[in-house]
């Protein structure tokens, strides 16, 4: 059973007339006769009934002529879907994340990427942000998340929004620590971080902007990781606002003033500044844009 028999077939049904349906179809009546025949002798039923006027349908073609109908429709929408997607971009993204996936709206964000260009590829690599910011340079990645300020003139963003940042303390420290000054604070054990985390770079600014110079225990690179650090009671460290309240709600971690924000940083998306008018970053940023509410420049 072929596609071009079955249009045949509804064809024929539909004008009654093997004559006008050969017109209609640019074939020859003895072409339109054979496929019907063919089609009879595959269905291993009677099509239709012949008559002096032309032709009519049998019972058993009645019941097969809706199915067959809908085979046409479903294969002419396959048709128009198979046009629409001749123009659209295809190719590989790379994208870099830090952190929770939730925090970068990630979810949403490929979920759109997905539906408006959906031959596009995506490929999301996790790191940290001193990390994600050095790939996204050497163009091994197309873009990425990246948390604080950023250092390169070369290298372009898309502001986000502020992320606030909470001082996390072990429950055992609490008593003393909750409500302390930033000297009192300067003097409690802080849990090291790595100099390739952004983490580390907001620390040291907020321990510059407070005067304090606090000894370091360890180092350490992931959230995560602070987060078990500071339950067992090895040290204090700031942690993302949400992070922190989630956590400190069952009591795992107890937060400074209850919660107070003591610095924030900007989360961005990143990518190579030489790339500004490239067709695929102007879908990453248009879509990413429109996943956070932001406004979307008029030439993108």
Same mark, same amino acid.
């Given at each position: 059973m072929e596609i071009y028999q079955l249009r045949t077939f509804v064809t024929v049904a539909q004008q009654g007339h093997l004559t006008q349906a050969a017109e209609l179809l640019h074939l020859s009546q003895p072409a339109v006769t054979a496929q019907i025949k063919a089609l009879e002798e595959e +269905?291993? !039923?009677?099509l239709f009934e012949r008559y002096s006027g032309g032709v009519q349908l049998t019972e058993?073609?009645?019941?097969?002529l809706p199915d067959a109908e809908q085979i046409l429709g479903q294969a002419r929408s396959l048709l128009y879907r198979a046009k629409a997607l001749q123009n659209q971009p295809k190719g590989k993204v790379r994208i870099g994340t830090i952190g929770v996936p939730a925090r970068l709206k990630l979810g949403p964000w490929l979920s759109l990427l997905r539906e408006s260009y959906p031959l596009l590829t995506?490929?999301?690599t996790h790191g940290i942000s001193v990390g994600i910011l050095n790939e996204v340079r050497k163009k091994i990645l197309d873009g990425g998340f990246y948390l604080g300020r950023n250092p390169y003139?070369?290298?372009s963003t898309v502001p986000l929004?502020?992320?606030? +940042?909470? !001082?996390?303390?072990?429950?055992?420290?609490?008593?003393?620590l909750i409500n302390a000054d930033w000297k009192t604070l300067g003097a409690a054990p802080w849990l090291g971080l790595s100099q390739y985390t952004s983490l580390?770079?907001?620390s040291q600014e907020l321990w510059r902007s407070q005067n304090i110079a606090p000894k370091l225990v360890g180092e350490f690179d992931e959230e995560a990781t602070l987060l078990e650090l500071i339950k067992s009671g090895m040290g204090i460290a700031i942690l993302a606002e949400r992070t922190a309240h989630r956590y400190a709600a069952d009591g795992s971690i107890v937060l400074w003033r209850n919660g107070e924000v003591a610095i924030s940083a900007l989360l961005q998306f990143i990518y190579s500044s030489d790339r500004e008018h490239?067709?695929?970053?102007?879908?990453?940023t248009k879509t990413l844009r429109a996943t956070w509410g932001l406004e979307v420049p008029h030439d993108s």
């Open positions: +269905f291993g !039923v009677s058993a073609g009645k019941l097969i995506v490929q999301t003139q070369n290298v929004r502020e992320i606030g +940042f909470c !001082v996390a303390l072990p429950p055992s420290m609490a008593p003393e580390s770079d907001i490239d067709p695929m970053l102007a879908m990453l």
